[in-house]
């Protein structure tokens, strides 16, 4: 009695496998495997401009990390950014929920003026796209550029 059960389903997954496939169908691919895609993030220190002293670790700080503020830009207005404190490592990694294909972050510390991020996402082609981020921008200026391997980590010079 179980199996019968399990024929919709299994049903269902021939007629998936199968669609894109036919013979006349100029479509070459096969159905792409579930692939759990990291949302864009940004792993960063903050230095001071002029000496290069780290702003919020160590024991030249000027400032504890909770002066630090991030928020995600959607339609003009200020949402959630995630952000990540990591004192054993002293760097900070923001993570945002991409809705367009350059979103925009702003940076808040303290006394200091605000500072843009530009986070660009990119979709690379063939069948089983994904879409991955390819660059960062900080104030206008390119901090990160797509590189194999899961570790981006910036410096910011405030």
């Not at 096969?30 to 903050?46: E, I, K, S, Y």
């Not at 001071?48 to 919020?56: A, G, P, R, V």
Request: aromatic content about 8%; glycine content about 6%.
């Amino acid at each position: 009695m179980k199996t019968l059960n399990y024929m919709p389903a299994c049903l269902i997954l021939v007629l998936m496998f199968t669609a894109g496939c036919s013979s006349k169908s100029t479509n070459k691919c096969v159905p792409c495997p579930m692939a759990l895609q990291a949302p864009p993030n940004l792993t960063f220190r903050v230095v001071d401009k002029t000496t290069s002293q780290d702003l919020f670790f160590g024991s030249t700080a000027k400032y504890t990390t909770s002066r630090l503020k991030v928020h995600h830009i959607i339609n003009g207005h200020p949402d959630t950014a995630f952000l990540h404190t990591d004192t054993l490592n002293h760097n900070f990694n923001v993570r945002i929920i991409a809705v367009n294909q350059v979103d925009t972050v702003t940076m808040n510390i303290a006394d200091k003026p605000q500072d843009i991020l530009l986070f660009k996402r990119t979709t690379t082609g063939g069948c089983c796209s994904t879409t991955y981020l390819s660059s960062v921008t900080y104030n206008g200026t390119v901090v990160y550029t797509q590189k194999p391997g899961p570790d981006i980590v910036g410096v910011l010079a405030k």
